[in-house]
């Protein structure tokens, strides 16, 4: 898909999706802003910028937390002077049944997954208005529409997102800006192959494909949605579990 002249903010991009979602946007010509916790994305940023000859800028911080999102988008417009596109992307877990989890357990999961992807938004959306155009999507999972044991702070996290998505997207529909999730299911990243054996084994029966997506799969549904093919899809929650909900 083209990208060209497009500026691309994705976040949580240092490895697994966000990363596969960074580089999709890079063969496709975007120019991009790439945000994690630690400063290791810089060098993700140039390894991106170097493999795909474009522009590409790490930026590291906290975007649970305003002030470091008002200095992430000080740096956008800056480098950039607008934003086409973004990417919710950055999450944690911190599983545990629901008796035993803590409140600053539950809390950090739903900062970073869900209150990071309000403030994030919320500064894209007034840089979009401006242009009278953007592309938002947020990362949902089958998590947030099914539950899952072990999951409380993680499914609400990402129930949450579901209903901001829809939010927004009634929101801005008017202004040309989109707003759209994608909703894995079981993905190979590093979260997931933390898994026992015995354990991955037993989900991945439970999937009509019998395998685990990767993270090019939700990429590609990322970047379809960002794209101009998608156009008159808003507020809509694009599946990606090779199956697995039809169980």
């Known amino acids: 898909m083209d990208f060209e002249n497009k500026v691309a903010l994705v976040t949580g991009a240092s490895r697994g999706i966000g990363r596969a979602v960074a580089e999709v946007f890079a063969k496709g010509k ?17 390894e991106i910028s170097e493999k795909y000859g ?5 930026v590291a911080g906290d975007i649970s937390k305003e002030p470091d999102v008002k200095d992430l988008f000080k740096i956008i ?4 002077g607008r934003l086409d596109i973004c990417v919710n992307n950055a999450g944690i877990t911190k599983d545990g049944l ?10 950090s999961v739903i900062n970073v997954n869900l209150k990071s992807a309000f403030i994030v938004s919320k500064e894209a959306i007034l840089l979009m208005m401006r242009e ?11 998590v947030g529409i099914r539950g899952n044991v072990g999951q409380a702070n993680y499914a ?18 008017k202004r040309n800006i989109t707003v759209n999730a994608v909703a894995p299911g079981f993905i190979d990243t590093d979260m997931t192959k933390a898994v026992a054996d015995k354990a991955r084994e037993e989900f991945l029966s439970l999937i009509p494909m019998n395998k685990a997506g990767q993270p090019e799969d ?7 949605l960002a794209s101009d093919r998608a156009k008159y899809i808003t507020g809509q929650v694009l599946v990606v579990d090779g199956g697995l909900m039809l169980k």
């Open 132 to 142: 009278k155009y953007g592309r938002i999507v947020n990362m949902s999972s089958i």
């Open 156 to 173: 609400a996290s990402k129930a949450g997102i579901i209903g901001l998505t829809k939010t927004l997207a009634s929101e801005v529909a």
């Open 98 to 107: 629901s008796m035993r989890m803590s409140v600053e357990d539950f809390e």
């Open 30 to 46: 975007a120019k991009l802003i790439l945000t994690a916790t630690t400063n290791s994305i810089d060098n993700v940023a140039k």
């Open 77 to 80: 417009m800056e480098k950039f």
């Open 218 to 224: 939700i990429a590609e549904a990322v970047a379809f």
């Open 54 to 58: 474009v522009e590409a800028i790490g």
